[in-house]
């Protein structure tokens, strides 16, 4: 098997932009939508027992947002091609929903939509890894942790329309009545 060289020259200067900008929109929609045990809405609300503390989930996104502009770097770097167009079209597509996400669950206090969006994203997520790796490898791992992260999540999301019934503000039956 050969492996396949890659030109890098532009990719850091890519990463340059795609990471701050991932990290900024990130924390801005987190911001805006009031994310976070701090919220009115959220705080009293019973939590998993495997939720993280608080101060984990602007460390875990900083990271998984930086290692996402990475990538996109890398994959922006990559000569044009129908393949290439693909990869950026699915990881536009879960990008809008991963800041969508917080707006709903915080935001709106919409539980069983945002476990509808968040497992949307598991799916395309998934499918942006392979549609990266197929162009460059590291750019697909990149993305694995994100993935990781996802899962548990859609979890925590699930476990905190099952905790609190009648919390949800705008129920779809998900969790019953």
């Known amino acids: 098997m050969t492996e396949t060289k890659h030109d890098d020259r532009g990719l850091w200067r890519k990463a340059l932009i795609a990471v701050p900008v991932l990290v900024v929109i990130g924390s801005l929609v987190g911001i805006i939508s009031n994310s976070g045990f701090a919220n ?3 705080a009293p609300l019973a939590k998993p027992s495997f ?3 608080g101060w984990a989930f602007g460390a875990v996104w900083t ?3 930086t290692m996402m502009g990475i990538a996109l770097a890398a994959i922006l ?3 044009a091609s129908k393949q290439r167009r693909v990869a950026l079209t699915l990881f536009i597509a879960q ?3 991963n800041f969508a996400w ?3 669950f915080f935001g709106g206090g919409m539980i069983e939509a ?9 799916v395309l997520v998934t499918m942006t890894i392979i549609a990266f790796w197929k162009i460059r490898p590291l750019a697909g791992a990149l993305l694995i942790p994100y993935l990781l992260w996802l ?3 859609t979890a925590l999301n699930h476990e905190t329309g099952r905790l609190n019934p009648g919390a949800d503000r705008a129920p779809l039956g998900i969790f019953g009545a």
């Open 114 to 122: 945002a476990l509808l969006v968040i497992l949307a994203m598991n």
């Open 51 to 53: 939720q993280p503390p």
């Open 77 to 79: 770097n990559e000569p």
């Open 102 to 104: 917080s707006p709903i």
């Open 151 to 153: 899962c548990l999540a």
């Open 95 to 97: 990008l809008a929903l």
């Open 63 to 65: 990271t998984l947002y």
């Open 40 to 42: 009115n809405w959220y």
